[in-house]
Structure formats: C-alpha cells, structure tokens
C-alpha cells in the first residue's frame, strides 16, 4: 500500500504522530497526514464549507423570526478536528418554522459531519445550529434563539487551515508545530537566452517555489531573485529578466526558513489565528543561519540552526512568548540528528558531536574528530540519528567517503561515555524506537532496499535464529539463483528478503528476494555462478568494528612496550577473527610486523601482512595484542569477522602498557 507518492527523493520527509495519526512534511511537498486506516494520506488541513448555503422555510417549528446568518462547516466527529467556514448566506426567517438549510456534502474522506453554524437573529456571532450526517444534501435545522445560544462553537471562528510545506514536524504542549525548508541544490541550472525563463538538468522543482516567493542564486551570483511562476520540474520563470549563464550550480531557498508554524491547541489542522492570518514566529533573528531542527524540550521549543541554539517559551499564547539564545556556536546538521535521551539533547553539527542539559553545549567527539573529515557532508540530509536503549547508545547514522547513504553509525555509550564505530550491509535510511511484542522498546530500522529490521530481535540485519550461518551450494545454480546442498534456509515470515548474503568463493555481497527451503533468489545479477561446494555465509560478513583513535603519549620509565586487549565471552570451539592496526589515521593497515619466538596465547601474527588472528575461543577470555613500541602515535584497531558462525559477543577493548593498564585517553 502506498500512502504518499511523488514525493522529492533528495530530501527524505520527516514523520511525527500526534493524537493518533502521523504527519508528514519535507518542505517542498504539501504536508500530509494518515489516520492510520484510509488507503492514502491527506494534505493537512481539512476543506472549506460549501458556499453560501439556501435556505427556505418549511413546516411549523422553533425557528425564531428574523435575519440570521447561516454558514457550513465540515468536520471530523472522531476528532472534532474542523475546517473552515464557507461564505454564509443571510436568510431572513418568518419565525416558528423548521429552517431547510440545502448542503453539498464533502468527497474528503476524513470528513463525516456537515456543521450547520447560524447567527441569533440580527446577531454576528455565530452557534452550532446542529450536526448532520456527510451524505445529506437537505438538513432542517430547528432551534430558536434562546436555545441555539446554548450551543457555542467549540472551535474558534476562523484559523481552520494547514500549515505551508515544512521540513520539520513535532507535537508541542498540544499543537502540531512545523518549520523550515531545504536549501534546494539538485542538478544544474541555466538560462539560454537574456531573460526570465531558467532551466534545470537533473532537477525535480516542486510547484512550491512558483507560489511562495523562493529565492534564486546561480553560483558566482551574489543578488538572489525572485522565482514567480513554476512551469515543470525543469522549468521556472524569474521576476525580472537575468543575463544568460550556462549550465551551474545554483541555490533555491524559501524567505520561510526560518519560520515556526504553531497549530492551534488540540487541533493539528488549524494553522490560523483569529485573523485568518498563519499561527507564525521568525526565529534565528540576527543569526546569519538556517533553521535545521525543532525539538520539544519539556515546556519550552528548542530551535537549532547550523550553528545556533535558542530556547523559545511561552505561557498561554505563543504570540506572547520570548527567546532567550543558548550560550555557545553549535547547532544541528539536520533535524533527524538531533536525540532527546531522558532530558539530554545530543547533535551532531559540522563541528562534531555534543550533549546539552542546561547551559552551554558540551562537546562529546573530541576522540573521534579526526574521523570527522571522512563525513560526507553533501548527502546530510539522509543523516538520522537514535537512541538505542537496549545498549544505552545514541546512534548516528551518516554516509562517509565516497558512499551516498548512511551505511556508517557513530556510536557514543551514554553509560561508559564511549565512542565505537559500526556499519551495516545496507544502509539504514530511518530509524526509531517502537515496543515489540513484549512491550520492550528496541530501534527498529528501514534500510536502502525497503525492508524493516529490529534491531537485537530475528534477523537484524543478518541471519533468522532458524536460519543456518553457512550454507553449501549445490549445482545447476546462476547468477540469480543459488541451490542449496547443506543448510537450513528460513522459510516463515517475509522469508530470507533482505538478508546480507556473503557468497566466499565469488568475494560478493548480494541480498535476496526470496527463497525457498532448498534457493536462495538474489535481488541483482551476480558477477559469476557458484559453483557447487562454494559457501555462502548468512549475515553481515564480512562484519568491520573499527574503534576510534588512542593518542599514544610518552613513554614513563617503567613502560617497555603496549598492548591491543580483547575481553569477550570466549566460544565452546575454535574461531577466529581478524585486528589490524591503522598508525596516525592512515587508511592503510599496519603490516611490518616483527614475530618473535615468545608470542601471547590466542594470537598469532604473519610476517608482512596486516592481518592479525585472534582466536575467540581462548579460555580466559582475554587476548593481549603486542604493539611493540608504538608510543606517541595515534593508534584505531579494526576488529574483522569472516565468518558467520563466530557469535562472538565483546565486552571491552582498551590499550595497556606491558607494566600496567593505563585509561583509555
């Protein structure tokens, strides 16, 4: 089932549920909203009534005598969620007759109620005349002015209208509050002859820059102008006519961005004030920065730019309410990277990672910032960021070198107060924390190829407890099918869909469609056929966990040499994995090691290759890693596993000198 489509596929849509439903937004695109029942989601904002209804007299009743204005209104009963009213109709009534009021019911789906809103005779004010199915086009309405003044609205007059295309959604102390645009970047733009009309390659305009007033900037410009009118994704036309450029990068960006859109209390719908004007607060005045994030902090809106941090209150009125800056120069790279962990914000922004509660930011990456440089900053807007509570770690998940998607997750234990790095085969699009069938919260993820994994449940990002680890292939297999000889392939469920497969022998990484008990079917052409006997290894293999840099001091007297420590659970039979040593953040692991006769137990080193075996099944549970004298250096170890049947769990890993262990800087 599709709820939405058509959406820009640069700039992911952000989600937010409030009062039952979940509302979408991305900027560019209508906002939208799901019930969790229709087929499709809906643009925020319920229709306007039909116009100004007739009316005429009908058989004796309680009607009172008199002009009344009379006007509809379509609402949702299961949420008293409203639109606006439709232009009214004056009726003068003859008094002591039952009012016929005619209607046009609405085609929303959301809407199942007609309100009948009508003025005491002579009045201005307008009450609830009554409530009638959306599927009757003659409604009576019977009710004098002595008890329609009984029945005031319960909803204000006017204001009953969704907000503008917006990037960031949160609910707030009852409102739905939405804000921000992106900086439009895709493709190229140019115009060919002296003028107006600008066109794009690779671009996916949206109709939102024609109608809002966008701004244009054509790289090496440095006077923005004024988009007027939208023709196509490819096409738009300028205010005022622009010297022809060829074929460049350009910017797009809304005059919105930094405004916040507050809905009215408990109606997430209703954008407008009693002016008919939008519910609006400028934010990031004077900043020189862009709105990124929004986030609920117990009473208060936290608003994040690039690299600013305001805290915005209010009491009754949000029209009353103040801002007050938060010390310091750090902000958010985009809302999805911002997490709320029992009171504490944790961001990520281009200077790194940091933590607040109360004053000033406090940075958090001074370990890993020298892996900073390897963020691939142009595909920010995929960054997501989430609290894995199981393990008490924040996870941030970003796109490093030369990949497009966020396939590497920084890790900081909130607990120890630690950094690891992770990865997984596919990239983790989205992320959150839902119960599972134990009323448990655990993250659940959405990864590059459409399928949802729970994280430490099943088969997150690997094998199904049922499933074999290594299987064994058979002959007659392609390159799209692989028959299995040996192994339990898993067949409930959505079957083995999505699960890493590594095939050995062919060196590739392939994920499957389906599968049944004896074929596993993948998703793309491998580059070869294997061949029976040839392996294939269920799960995340090759699995990499690199850890952040050491700084290595000086040497005191008594040192003569470091070590690398494993802690883990050791395993009932022998496996292996693999370190490597990386020096001074090189991307090339250490490989001129020495042997020497006297080695440490569970180890074992190859002379001139990087690889160092690691054998998990050693009793003690513990490996110490000789370095030699590798003292003021900065040191990451990578710990490499091939092979799907090592479960092996770690439990620490730190440096230690051969006289005593020192704290990890």
């Known amino acids: ?285 004077n900043r020189a920065d862009v709105l990124t994030s929004i986030q609920s902090y117990f009473g208060a809106l936290l608003i994040l730019g690039e690299h600013s941090f305001e805290r915005f209150e209010w009491e009754s009125n949000y029209s009353d309410g103040r801002i007050y800056p938060i010390p310091g120069n750090r902000g958010a790279c985009t809302h999805k990277a911002v997490v709320n962990v029992e009171g504490t914000i944790y961001s990520l922004d281009r200077a790194g990672f940091w933590a607040w509660r109360g004053g000033a930011p406090q940075t958090i990456s001074r370990p890993v910032d020298p892996l900073l440089n390897r963020i691939a900053w142009t595909y920010v807007a995929k960054f997501h960021a989430v609290h894995n509570p199981i393990e008490n770690l924040v996870e941030w998940h970003v796109a490093t070198g030369t990949t497009t998607e966020p396939s590497t997750v920084f890790c900081w234990d909130v607990d120890q107060k630690q950094w690891s790095i992770r990865s997984y085969a596919y990239a983790m699009t989205a992320a959150d924390i839902v119960p599972d069938g134990e009323g448990i919260m655990r993250p659940v993820y959405f990864d590059v190829n459409g399928f949802l994994w729970y994280d430490g449940i099943g088969y997150t990002d690997g094998a199904h407890p049922t499933c074999s680890t290594a299987l064994t292939v058979d002959s007659g297999s392609t390159t799209l099918t692989a028959n299995i000889a040996v192994g339990t ?74 070590y690398f420590v494993l802690e883990f659970i050791p395993l009932p039979e022998s496996k292996t994995v693999t370190v490597r040593v990386y020096e001074d953040l090189s991307s090339t692991p250490k490989s001129d090691w020495t042997t020497v006769t006297e080695g440490q137990p569970g180890v074992s080193f190859t002379v001139g290759s990087a690889d160092i075996a690691v054998d998990v099944s050693t009793a003690e549970g513990r490996v110490k890693i000789p370095l030699g004298d590798l003292f003021n250096k900065d040191l990451e170890f990578e710990v490499d596993i091939a092979d799907a049947g090592v479960p092996v769990k770690f439990l620490a890993y730190y440096v230690s000198s051969q006289l005593e262990k020192e704290q990890e800087p």
């Open 1 to 285: 089932m599709s709820l939405i489509t058509g959406l820009d596929t640069v700039y992911p849509a952000e989600c937010v549920t409030m009062q039952g439903h979940a509302f979408w937004g991305n900027g560019l695109d209508a906002s939208r909203e799901w019930d969790g029942i229709a087929a499709a989601a809906s643009n925020i904002g319920y229709p306007a009534g039909a116009n100004s209804p007739s009316c005429v007299d009908g058989a004796a009743g309680n009607v009172t005598a008199g002009a009344h204005l009379v006007r509809i209104r379509y609402k949702n009963r299961s949420y008293g969620w409203v639109g606006e009213a439709g232009t009214a109709t004056s009726f003068t009534a003859a008094g002591a007759k039952i009012m016929t009021v005619s209607v046009t019911t609405s085609a929303d789906a959301r809407i199942d109620c007609i309100v009948v809103e009508m003025t005491l005779a002579g009045g201005t004010v307008y009450y609830n005349a009554g409530e009638f199915p959306n599927t009757t086009a003659n409604v009576s309405v019977n009710r004098s002015d002595t008890t329609l003044a009984e029945y005031t609205l319960e909803w204000d007059a006017t204001g009953h209208f969704g907000p503008p295309p917006a990037a960031i959604l949160v609910e707030h102390r009852g409102c739905l509050v939405c804000g921000g645009t992106p900086t439009y970047t895709t493709g190229t733009a140019k115009i060919t002859t002296t003028g107006t009309t600008v066109t794009g390659t690779s671009t996916a305009w949206k109709t939102i820059i024609g109608t809002d007033g966008w701004l244009f900037l054509p790289s090496g410009d440095t006077t923005p102008s004024v988009v007027s009118a939208w023709t196509n994704a490819t096409t738009f036309t300028l205010n005022k006519s622009h010297a022809a450029f060829t074929a460049r990068g350009y910017k797009l960006w809304s005059p919105r961005q930094n405004k916040v859109y507050i809905s009215k209390s408990g109606f997430p719908e209703s954008f407008g004030d009693n002016l008919a004007l939008y519910r609006e607060q400028e934010v990031l005045q």
């Open 489 to 562: 392939l898993y067949t409930g469920g959505r079957t083995m869909a999505g699960v890493p497969c590594y095939w050995e022998e062919g060196a590739q990484t392939f994920w499957p469609t389906a599968n049944s008990a004896t074929r596993l079917y993948a998703s793309a052409a491998l580059t070869g056929t294997p061949a029976a006997g040839d392996t294939i290894q269920v799960g995340r293999i090759p699995c990499t966990y690199k850890t952040r840099a050491f700084r290595m001091g000086s040497p005191i007297e008594s040192q003569r040499g470091l």
